[in-house]
């Protein structure tokens, strides 16, 4: 065996374009680049979306994603160049000798078969080991992946394991053919926090117990950070840093990477409470149609004008439910809502017009919130007519405003959604709620789906709107940084009740109660052996119990 | 009780509560149409008396209701009264013309369905080259151009010219399995050609449709072939909605037949059908379409219990 497992040579990937009303064209999405793995390591490949890290993950199992293909430079693995191999070749490379964990195991699960079946086919399939022994090793590694019940848990279907056991399952799948490198894509992405911190210790751990070298692909610098010895910091199909860990976290030569490791860097002061509350969630009791459960008990918040109230929990707590309460969307069992000095009506159609104008949303897709055939003028344009009658140049002069507000422009005005990235998407969004002039937003997970560096923009411009338009908001998140950047106040949510509710600071300083402890705990520091101290800490503490 | 079982009792109690209002339905009808049936047994030249007297003895006069709950007991019960024309028992001569249909409508099956399938997954494997182009192309046509068109044509070219297969599908309780089926060879050759391009389209879009699922890609990834992939991953997903499309078909090859005898003279129900409702004879119309619509609501009930049943998460709760 050569002492460099997988080698990459001046990899250029290109891939075919629709632009809408033209004809397909071929881009190039990766423009050369070069890497070296040796056995037994993990290099991490980081990166915003589009920057390629998942496209040259899976180069190397000579794969190329819907309508990407290899266009030039060389993939050596084990010493043989697999762009030059033949199909069949290429069938024992994957599967066997390198194999894939991708971001969300629920979807790459399939859901007709159990989850034995699918770990062992690999492994089976190569003839690397029988049936028998593939599924002894499947056990083996579901034990050492902290699986419950590893003896029977194969025989279950995908859906009746949770989301952090799925992804777990998955890397069980990929070590059980004995590969010489596994390339993570994303696989703690899709996760809880809480969850992801196990899920993180699991992989490290298979990955140190198997000596398998890995690609772990990842938009979050603080996670690789625990798992990798080298980074390469790509953007735009481009190398922009590349070396030991240690050196791209603690001392990046690159500005993109400085920003990379600087990012989640806003500074708020939190305000003290005013003396109305512009809204007030009293003793919310809910639940959903047809269930017998209590998704929200006894919910009691504040928010006061002009502020943030930001409402953190994991997938579960409620938080989204507590918005469609407050929305009107879900009448609650019990309690009340009181908005701007009035009580709200429970159902929605028992509101005003001023009442709906007031309170507005924003969502976490921003993409599938517009009318995709609406030009951008015509989305923000539609609540400045539907709520204030205006028509014509005054309209039109009130749509330039929002859009400088937002940092758009005038040019903007005629776009269609599909033309706007990610992040000026989410801009048209805000800018159309504000268009209503409302005394309080609902921001449900807005930047969950954004890049980190493009959603420290959105915050920021979220924080100027705020002293600009006097506007409060009722912040949805489960991201702990985020709450940072943001909040004057924090509820923090745990099964439908309100663990921890206070202004920013009390909240997030000690004493804590074990279920904030463990959420804040467990949000990944951008420091190397991050990981491993709190493990360490957790253990200490369980030990002393 | 488990909600598999809930569901599937839902399911099987639902078609029979359809079946019932089908039965309100043929019967209400058949009450309204036009025609006589006592000037059509005794002709034009029949005196109002004889008609009068041949009517109370047909029950024609009772009221409506009481004559639906008559029929409707009767047929639950397997009496499905006696043709007025030939005072002949519905329910014996059915019997035979029933599963000769059955007979028809089953080989026609075993030809078209599996075929279907293979069609649609060899169209998935080479999705947009050739293969895939001329399967959709050759199935389209022959679902374009009318059943009785394709059924005279081919009499024409296999019966006739080529002399292969018989032109007239004349089947008895004499001829081996052998005989019947080299008999029956045109017609099922006829109805294959009908239904095979709606099956082999829907298999081709159900898989896919899978196809773009983030499992087949972790399927690619383990470095399984194209069939290996469509055959243990895609196609277990796709289950329910080619099944769906099958048993519309299968439904048609029973229900749906009624040209395809009348052109080769086949003696299923199609036809005794047809003799029928030319005649008026309203009770014999009333069973065939009794038994059709059980027929099809049975096949759509099997569907749904089959898409039911491929379900994991209802086969399996949490």
Request: hydrophobic share 45%.
């Amino acid at each position: 065996m050569s002492d460099t497992l997988l080698k990459v040579r001046d990899l250029k990937i290109g891939a075919t374009i629709y632009p809408p009303g033209e004809k397909p064209r071929d881009i190039e999405i990766v423009h050369g680049v070069s890497f070296d793995l040796a056995p037994g390591k993990v290099l991490g490949l980081i990166g915003e979306s589009g920057a390629g890290k998942s496209t040259i993950g899976l180069a190397s199992m000579a794969y190329g994603r819907g309508g990407v293909k290899i266009t030039g430079g060389e993939v050596w693995v084990n010493g043989r160049d697999v762009l030059k191999s033949k199909l069949g070749d290429i069938r024992k490379l994957r599967g066997g000798e390198v194999t894939y964990v991708s971001q969300s195991a629920a979807a790459s699960f399939n859901p007709a078969k159990k989850i034995m079946e699918q770990v062992v086919e690999a492994a089976v399939e190569q003839k690397k080991f029988s049936r028998k022994e593939a599924e002894a090793r499947a056990r083996t590694l579901f034990a050492k992946l902290g699986l419950p019940d590893p003896e029977n848990i194969g025989e279950r279907y995908p859906h009746q394991v949770s989301g952090g056991q799925l992804q777990r399952c998955m890397t069980a799948l990929a070590l059980c053919p004995e590969p010489d490198l596994v390339v993570f894509d994303e696989p703690t992405t899709a996760l809880d926090v809480t969850t992801q911190i196990d899920v993180l210790m699991a992989i490290k751990e298979a990955i140190r117990d198997t000596g398998v070298a890995a690609l772990y692909i990842t938009h979050d610098l603080a996670v690789v950070a625990q798992v990798s010895d080298d980074i390469m910091v790509l953007k735009m199909g481009n190398t922009v840093e590349y070396g030991p860990v240690d050196q791209i976290i603690n001392n990046p030569q690159e500005e993109y990477t400085q920003a990379l490791v600087s990012v989640r860097s806003i500074e708020h002061e939190e305000k003290a409470p005013t003396a109305e509350p512009v809204l007030s969630v009293r003793n919310i009791t809910a639940r959903y149609k047809g269930t017998q459960f209590d998704v929200l008990h006894n919910v009691n918040v504040d928010l006061y004008p002009g502020q943030t109230l930001a409402v953190v929990g994991e997938s579960g707590s409620g938080k989204s439910t507590l918005a469609r309460v407050i929305t009107g969307l879900l009448p609650p069992r019990e309690g009340e809502i009181e908005f701007a000095g009035r009580t709200l009506s429970p159902d929605l159609k028992g509101r005003s017009r001023e009442d709906l104008r007031e309170l507005q949303m924003i969502y976490q897709m921003a993409d599938v919130a517009m009318n995709p055939r609406q030009t951008v003028g015509t989305i923000i344009g539609r609540p400045l007519e539907f709520y204030f009658g205006m028509r014509g140049k005054e309209k039109r002069k009130r749509i330039i405003e929002l859009l400088d507000e937002i940092e758009l422009g005038e040019k903007f005005m005629d776009r269609y959604p599909a033309e706007l990235s990610g992040g000026q998407k989410q801009r048209v969004c805000i800018a159309r709620s504000l268009a209503a002039k409302p005394k309080m937003i609902i921001c449900d997970e807005v930047t969950s789906a954004l890049d980190p560096l493009v959603a420290d923009g959105i915050l920021k411009l979220l924080l100027e709107l705020q002293k600009i338009e006097d506007v409060a908001y009722l912040f949805i998140t489960h991201d702990l940084a985020t709450v940072r950047a943001i909040s004057d106040n924090i509820a923090v949510m745990y099964q439908g009740k309100v663990q921890r509710y206070g202004s920013k600071s009390k909240v997030l300083s000690p004493p804590f109660d074990d279920y904030t402890d463990l959420l804040l705990s467990s949000v990944p520091e951008m420091k190397l052996g991050w990981l491993e101290e709190v493990i360490a800490h957790r253990k200490m503490e369980s030990a002393g119990n | 009780m488990s909600p598999v079982v809930k569901l599937l009792a839902q399911r099987i109690a639902l078609s029979l509560l359809l079946l019932l209002l089908i039965s309100v339905v043929i019967f209400a009808g058949t009450m309204v149409l036009p025609g006589d049936v006592a000037q059509s047994i005794l002709g034009q030249s029949a005196t109002p008396e004889a008609l009068a007297n041949l009517r109370a003895e047909l029950g024609v006069n009772d009221p409506p209701v009481q004559r639906y709950f008559a029929w409707l007991f009767g047929a639950i019960q397997g009496d499905l009264g006696t043709a007025l024309t030939s005072g002949q028992d519905i329910s014996e001569a059915l019997a035979s013309r029933f599963w000769n249909t059955l007979f028809l409508a089953f080989w026609a099956a075993v030809v078209a369905v599996p075929l279907a399938i293979f069609l649609g997954l060899v169209a998935v494997r080479f999705k947009d080259r050739w293969p895939d182009k001329l399967i959709s192309g050759v199935t389209l046509a022959s679902i374009s151009i009318p059943e009785f068109l394709i059924g005279y044509v081919l009499m024409y070219l296999v019966a006739v010219k080529l002399r292969w297969f018989p032109s007239v599908a004349m089947i008895n309780d004499n001829m081996n399995l052998f005989e019947k089926l080299n008999a029956i060879a045109l017609p099922i050759a006829v109805l294959t050609l009908v239904v095979l391009a709606h099956m082999m389209r829907m298999t081709r879009a159900a898989i896919l449709n899978v196809m773009q699922s983030a499992y087949i890609e972790t399927a690619e990834l383990k470095g399984l072939n194209a069939f290996q992939v469509i055959y243990r991953h895609a196609f277990p997903n796709a289950i329910a909605p080619i099944v769906n499309v099958v048993m519309l078909n299968l439904a048609y090859l029973v229900v749906g037949v009624v040209v395809i005898e009348v052109v080769f003279v086949y003696p299923g129900m199609g036809q005794y059908l047809v003799d029928h409702v030319s005649k008026r004879d309203v009770p014999v119309v009333q069973a065939c379409g009794l038994i059709f619509a059980a027929v099809y609501i049975g096949l759509n009930m099997i569907a749904d219990i089959v898409a039911i049943l491929s379900n994991p998460r209802l086969r399996h709760p949490k």
